[in-house]
T-cell receptor, first 112, second 115 residues
Framework: GNSVTQMEGPVTLSEEAFLTINCTYT??????LFWYVQYPGEGLQLLLK?????DKGSNKGFEATYRKETTSFHLEKGSVQVSDSAVYFC???????????FGTGTSLTVIP | DTAVSQTPKYLVTQMGNDKSIKCEQN?????MYWYKQDSKKFLKIMFS???????INETVPNRFSPKSPDKAHLNLHINSLELGDSAVYFC??????????????FGPGTRLLVL
């Protein structure tokens, strides 16, 4: 079956530090992969996505590359800001479009 | 204009009561969803509707019943509320999940507390 596993938090970083949040998946076929972000008190928003192997999604300085050989979609940012403090969710949608899986979420706090 | 809206934003109620949460999207999407997020932020899909027809119904208690009067609305009715139903419920929509890489748009959430 399909599943998503992401690193547990919470993660606390100083401003301008490098961020990596690991995400690995198991899936049949070729799923689409997403990172969503949830700011305090709000709903989830799409951060970036990739729909096929070796695709790189990027947005707001965040990047993630769809690695089929390692079944991973790790989220990275070179220099985090206080405003990046949020919960980050890795997600998978099956290639049939009828299976949706979210990771458990990783809480990030960036301190000045 | 808010793309996906939910009402109410907060809901506090007694065990055993029946309550409804409403969701509306003005994006013209064909598919709508309900998710439950527990206190540990774990997010799980409950239901998915495409053009008013149920296409996903995960293993949720039958006390939960989704109702879709039209493709812009997907309401969630909960009978005989239990303490464990306390959570944040998110509505979402997308055009067609079978399209590769289709993005889901989430509402702001309804925070349900059962006392």
């Amino acid at each position: 079956g399909n599943s998503v596993t992401q690193m547990e938090g919470p993660v606390t970083l100083s401003e301008e530090a490098f961020l990596t949040i690991n995400c690995t998946y198991t899936a049949t076929g070729y799923p689409s992969l997403f990172w969503y972000v949830q700011y305090p008190g709000e709903g989830l928003q799409l951060l970036l996505k990739a729909t096929k192997a070796d695709d790189k999604g990027s947005n707001k300085g965040f990047e993630a590359t769809y690695r089929k050989e390692t079944t991973s979609f790790h989220l990275e940012k070179g220099s985090v800001q206080v405003s990046d403090s949020a919960v980050y969710f890795c997600a998978l949608i099956s290639n049939t479009g009828n299976q949706f899986y979210f990771g458990t979420g990783t809480s990030l706090t960036v301190i000045p | 204009d808010t793309a996906v809206s939910q009402t109410p934003k907060y809901l506090v109620t007694q065990m055993g009561n029946d309550k409804s949460i409403k969701c509306e999207q003005n994006l013209g999407h064909d598919t709508m969803y309900w998710y439950k997020q527990d206190s540990k932020k774990f997010l799980k899909i409950m239901f998915s509707y495409n053009n008013k027809e149920l296409i996903i119904n995960e293993t949720v208690p039958n006390r939960f019943s989704p109702k879709s009067p039209d493709k812009a609305h997907l309401n969630l009715h909960i009978n005989s509320l239990e303490l464990g139903d306390s959570a944040v419920y998110f509505c979402a929509s997308s055009q067609d999940p079978r399209d590769i890489g289709e993005t889901q748009y989430f509402g702001p959430g309804t925070r349900l507390l059962v006392l």
